[in-house]
């Protein structure tokens, strides 16, 4: 409940930032399944499953905690031998998801009541009273905070439907948006952006680790057990391993043991980070750092960044501080075709943040944006001694007073005014800064 309660908190107050990216509806899927197919095989509920290959442009996590809330709501409220169906389908520029059960159903008058706060959905006509009564109020905020919306339909004793919407992602960018065509999978795939397993036997810490990592540069994989971890570890070599101690089937010390043994995965370092405290035997048996959860965000990474840096591949880290979500997805899609690793954020507030935990090669910086401005912005980046030789891009179509262009000569690298050319002007004033990444040069010589 506490949890329930600081992420609505949060959303509330505007500080649950969301990181939202492009990728693929059936990506997420089988991790929300793993959590919920228990309780639907106890009750013998079948899920049922219609997802066409779409993209969305979300939080990543986010997204798959809306799908947990929902799912999880219609089992809960399935009687046994029901059905479960989720679903979605692409309709003016946004994916539409319904999740729909068997169930008792909601009155019609209770319906709206539902996504308040600490009503629970038992209090209507469900007759279940359990859990926070937060969960559906969450999932409405994180909905709409991602620029869609939710809605709920429901027949008493048929069943009831919840259908969200969320902006469509691009899987591939448009030739006219960049000068090189790479599909955006491969040019993560190949960009050089670290990969890290993380291997724990509950999603909630796989996603919390993720959570740290992926801001950070960092792609990542996940295994749930050790076995499957031997095995993605043989297929992928990932560039390190986060590897929890009790995990059901193999031990997590024979996972060492077997990694450490094995010719193609010696070289990989292995992170234990666990409850228990077996730091001596961990690190006989070959890892070399061993961290006791509850672990704290900033010592966790300085432990990657000790054996794996995120800037050792070839992609350049970009920042892009744009208030507006479509020029950031825009922006993202051409520098992912060029090679590069872009990381976006809509506030000066949450690019200082990210600065502070992930280096960066160039910041791409709009002017225009509420609360702090790019002026303030790239005020306080000077400021800063760690920051201050960050070549910072301004990309801008405000009209400039004399005394504003003087200003940005002085702080900013280049100023890139969107006219119809900004595009390409800013690709190319992008790579005069910080170069050409090898992924674009081998894309040309292709």
Same mark, same amino acid.
């Given at each position: 409940?506490?949890?329930?309660?600081?992420?609505?908190?949060?959303?509330?107050?505007?500080?649950?930032?969301?990181?939202?990216?492009?990728?693929?509806?059936?990506?997420?899927?089988?991790?929300?399944?793993?959590?919920?197919?228990?309780?639907?095989?106890?009750?013998?509920?079948?899920?049922?499953?219609?997802?066409?290959?779409?993209?969305?442009?979300?939080?990543?996590?986010?997204?798959?905690?809306?799908?947990?809330?929902?799912?999880? @709501?219609?089992?809960?409220?399935?009687?046994?031998?029901?059905?479960?169906?989720?679903?979605?389908?692409?309709?003016?520029?946004?994916?539409?998801?319904?999740?729909?059960?068997?169930?008792? !159903?909601?009155?019609?008058?209770?319906?709206?009541?539902?996504?308040?706060?600490?009503?629970?959905?038992?209090?209507?006509?469900?007759?279940?009273?359990?859990?926070?009564?937060?969960?559906?109020?969450?999932?409405? &905020?994180?909905?709409?905070?991602?620029?869609?919306?939710? @809605?709920?339909?429901?027949?008493?004793?048929?069943?009831?439907?919840?259908?969200?919407?969320?902006?469509?992602?691009? !899987?591939?960018?448009?030739?006219?948006?960049?000068?090189?065509?790479?599909?955006?999978?491969?040019?993560?795939?190949?960009?050089?952006?670290?990969?890290?397993?993380?291997?724990?036997?509950?999603?909630?810490?796989?996603?919390? +680790?993720?959570?740290?990592?992926?801001?950070?540069?960092?792609?990542?994989?996940?295994?749930?057990?050790?076995?499957?971890?031997? /095995?993605?570890?043989?297929?992928?070599?990932? *560039?390190?391993?986060?590897?929890?101690?009790?995990?059901?089937? &193999?031990?997590?010390?024979?996972?060492?043991?077997?990694?450490?043994?094995?010719?193609?995965?010696?070289?990989?370092?292995?992170?234990?980070?666990?409850?228990?405290?077996?730091?001596?035997?961990?690190?006989?048996?070959?890892?070399?750092?061993?961290?006791?959860?509850?672990?704290?965000?900033?010592?966790?990474?300085?432990?990657?960044?000790?054996?794996?840096?995120?800037?050792?591949?070839?992609?350049? @880290?970009?920042?892009?501080?744009?208030?507006?979500?479509?020029? +950031?997805?825009?922006?993202?899609?051409?520098?992912?075709?060029?090679?590069?690793?872009?990381?976006?954020?809509?506030?000066?507030?949450?690019?200082?943040?990210?600065?502070?935990?992930?280096?960066? *090669?160039?910041?791409?910086?709009?002017?225009?944006?509420?609360?702090? *401005?790019?002026?303030?912005?790239?005020? &306080?980046?000077?400021?800063?001694?760690?920051?201050?030789?960050?070549?910072?891009?301004?990309?801008?179509?405000?009209?400039?007073?004399?005394?504003?262009?003087?200003?940005?000569?002085?702080?900013?690298?280049?100023?890139?005014?969107?006219?119809?050319?900004?595009?390409?002007?800013?690709?190319?004033?992008?790579? @005069?800064? /910080? !170069?050409?990444? &090898?992924?674009?040069?081998?894309?040309?010589?292709?």
């Amino acid at each position: 409940m506490i949890n329930d309660i600081l992420d609505l908190s949060k959303i509330e107050s505007g500080l649950l930032e969301m990181r939202c990216e492009n990728f693929r509806v059936a990506s997420a899927m089988p991790e929300v399944l793993s959590i919920v197919r228990p309780l639907a095989m106890t009750k013998k509920i079948d899920i049922e499953q219609s997802l066409p290959d779409l993209w969305i442009y979300a939080d990543r996590i986010r997204f798959k905690q809306i799908l947990y809330n929902l799912l999880s @709501n219609a089992l809960k409220f399935t009687p046994e031998g029901g059905k479960v169906r989720v679903d979605c389908a692409s309709r003016n520029a946004f994916v539409h998801f319904g999740v729909s059960d068997t169930g008792v !159903g909601i009155r019609l008058e209770d319906q709206q009541l539902i996504f308040e706060e600490f009503r629970q959905v038992g209090e209507t006509t469900r007759g279940v009273k359990e859990g926070t009564g937060l969960g559906l109020a969450i999932t409405k &905020r994180l909905v709409e905070q991602q620029g869609g919306t939710i @809605n709920v339909e429901s027949e008493l004793g048929k069943g009831t439907r919840f259908s969200f919407t969320l902006p469509e992602g691009k !899987g591939i960018p448009k030739a006219t948006e960049a000068s090189i065509q790479v599909d955006i999978q491969d040019a993560e795939s190949i960009s050089g952006r670290p990969l890290i397993l993380v291997v724990d036997d509950e999603l909630s810490a796989r996603e919390l +680790l993720a959570s740290y990592l992926e801001p950070a540069g960092y792609r990542i994989e996940m295994a749930s057990a050790g076995t499957e971890a031997i /095995v993605k570890s043989r297929e992928l070599h990932p *560039d390190a391993i986060t590897l929890d101690i009790q995990m059901p089937g &193999r031990s997590a010390f024979e996972t060492i043991f077997e990694l450490k043994n094995t010719p193609a995965t010696a070289d990989i370092p292995v992170i234990v980070v666990s409850v228990v405290d077996q730091k001596r035997m961990g690190l006989a048996l070959g890892a070399v750092e061993y961290l006791v959860k509850p672990v704290n965000k900033n010592i966790f990474l300085e432990a990657i960044h000790q054996h794996v840096h995120p800037g050792k591949g070839v992609a350049k @880290n970009i920042l892009l501080v744009d208030d507006d979500p479509k020029t +950031l997805d825009l922006v993202s899609n051409i520098l992912r075709a060029a090679g590069y690793c872009p990381h976006a954020v809509t506030s000066g507030k949450a690019a200082l943040q990210r600065l502070s935990e992930v280096h960066m *090669d160039a910041i791409v910086l709009d002017l225009a944006m509420p609360e702090m *401005d790019g002026f303030e912005v790239l005020r &306080r980046i000077k400021e800063r001694p760690t920051l201050a030789n960050i070549p910072v891009l301004v990309l801008t179509g405000k009209d400039l007073t004399e005394s504003e262009i003087a200003l940005l000569k002085n702080l900013a690298k280049a100023l890139v005014r969107k006219n119809d050319s900004w595009k390409t002007d800013l690709l190319a004033q992008i790579r @005069n800064v /910080v !170069g050409t990444s &090898r992924l674009a040069k081998s894309a040309g010589q292709s």
